[in-house]
Structure formats: C-alpha cells, structure tokens
C-alpha cells in the first residue's frame, strides 16, 4: 500500500508557492497517515467485533466509545499490593488471609507453566484471545456453572449480569442480608462469557484475589477499585470493586473443577455464608 502511495505522490507537480507547498505538505502527511493507520485501526476493530456481546455495544459506535473516552480510565490488572493492604486493614473481613479457596497448591500452579492468556487490549469488554477451550470443555463447565447454581438456591439466584447484559449470572439470594460489598456489586457474584472464550468474571475475597493472580489463573479488570465504571455509564452501571476478578476459561476438566472451586469462594465470600453445596 505504501508503495502505491509514493507513486501517487510522485504524480504531483511540484508546488510553486510557498502556499502551494503548505497544501501538498498537509496532504502527503493526511495520505500517509491514513495509509498507516487505517489498517491498524481495522484490526482493532476486528478484534473488538470478535468478543462477541459484552457491557458495550458490539459495533464500530461501541469500538469508537471504548477506545476514546473509556480507554484512558483502565489500570493494570495483576499486582497484589492492594490486597495485601485489604487483608491486613479488614481485621477478618474476608477470612483475613485465609481467604475461602480450599484448592491445592497443584491446582494453583497448573497454569504457571503455559503462562497468561493474551488478554484482548480493549478495557471492556475483558476477554481472553488465545487459550481459549475447546467447545465440549464449554458445555460441560456451563452445565456445571447452571447445575452449582440450582444446587445452592439457599445462597445465591440466576439473573441477569449488571455488567454484562447477554450473560446469567450468580446473584446474593433475596432473603439473604447483604454486605457493603455485594451491595456495591447489586448482589452480582459471577457470570461465564458464554458468548465467547469461557472466561469468567467474580468476586473473590482479598486473600483469594491474590491467590488467583499470583497462580496465574486471573486478573483484575480495568475498572476494578475506579469509580470509572459509573461516571461512564452516567450512574446506571455500578462501580467494579478490587476484588472484581478476570478467572481465565478452563481447558479441560481438571481445570473446570478449579474454576468451579474458585466460583463457590466467590459465593461464600459475597453471601457470608460456608454452606455451598
């Protein structure tokens, strides 16, 4: 394409005025850039198609509103620090350091070795582009998902996602009290990206969330701890707390008992209750 350009330059006659020489000038450095640029910014775009239905229209009004005015807003997602201070200020909030993951240090470590999966550079919506599951994987871990959710019908409810309209997620039973924190979240606990890569957002408490990103099995998103999701939503969306995680899909049954377990944390962490069943 760049080649097609300088021949079309080289058509130009050579300006004579120093006003002429602005014009062509202004207009090589509009060519190029356009050349440049519309071709990395098509596969932005297509990237950001390819997640599927998220909290964001999936279309080019959708693309242009994340990449202008939510783009700047994101953090990053993978340092510990600040559940550190958490547990250490919540005085057993949470389970102090505890936390509520009963999983063992091999299932922690199983995704240390192949590393993070790439994770789309949109800050929403957060999906994963490589590791994705095979779709027998999918199936069993969504009817596992819905199965643990109909077996704990005293703890939590199908709605849903606040978040993520096209998604069901895990709410705080109605009869149950609410803390600050699920509060904060409108009683959302979790949902799956069935539409797309089987990735799963959740709430976890402090000691876990550190657990899981130091495992490599998530990361925060974004907007966690910002007040940047309600400011851009102009108060219809909640705020997204730091416990607010990204739980990479699994990829095999091994991993599904995993992601599941760090599912029924997240349950026991926003209900204040241990009996999941």
């Keep these: ?5 300088i021949s ?3 058509q130009i006659p050579c300006p004579r005025s120093q006003h002429d020489r602005l014009n062509v000038a202004l207009g090589t450095v509009a060519v190029v850039g356009s050349a440049l ?3 990395s910014a098509y596969r932005d775009y297509r990237i950001f198609r390819g997640y599927g239905d998220g909290g964001v229209p999936n279309n080019i009004l959708g693309w242009m509103t994340v990449r202008t005015l939510f783009q700047p807003f994101g953090r990053e997602m993978v340092s510990t620090e600040v559940y550190v201070q958490r547990i250490d200020a919540t005085d057993g909030h949470g389970k102090g350091h505890d936390g509520y993951l009963t999983l063992s240090e091999e299932q922690l470590s199983a995704r240390r070795r192949d590393g993070r999966p790439h994770i789309g550079p949109h800050v929403v919506p957060q999906r994963q582009l490589t590791q994705i599951p095979d779709e027998d994987v999918m199936e069993r871990f969504h009817s596992r998902f819905d199965s643990f959710g109909l077996r ?4 939590v409810k199908f709605q849903q996602s606040n978040l993520e309209g096209h998604a069901q997620a895990l709410f705080v039973a109605n009869h149950l009290p609410i803390t600050d924190l699920a509060t904060c979240m409108q009683g959302e606990i979790a949902h799956i990206h069935s539409g797309h890569d ?3 957002h959740a ?3 402090p000691a876990d969330c550190k657990k899981v990103i130091d495992a490599g099995w998530g990361q925060r998103h974004a907007f966690s701890g910002t007040s940047a999701m309600t400011f851009l939503s102009l108060g219809t969306i ?3 707390p730091s416990e607010y995680l990204l739980i990479y899909a699994p990829r095999n049954d091994a991993e599904v008992d995993t992601v599941m377990e760090i599912i029924s944390a997240s349950v026991k962490f926003m209900t204040g209750r241990e009996d999941v069943r």
Excluded: G
Aim: hydrophobic letters at 55%.
């Design 1 to 5: 394409m760049l080649e097609s350009v």
């Design 8 to 10: 079309v330059l080289r």
């Design 37 to 39: 640029l519309l071709p």
């Design 152 to 155: 704990n019908h005293h703890l």
């Design 198 to 200: 089987y990735s799963v």
């Design 203 to 205: 709430v976890l408490a």
């Design 238 to 240: 909640p705020n997204i």
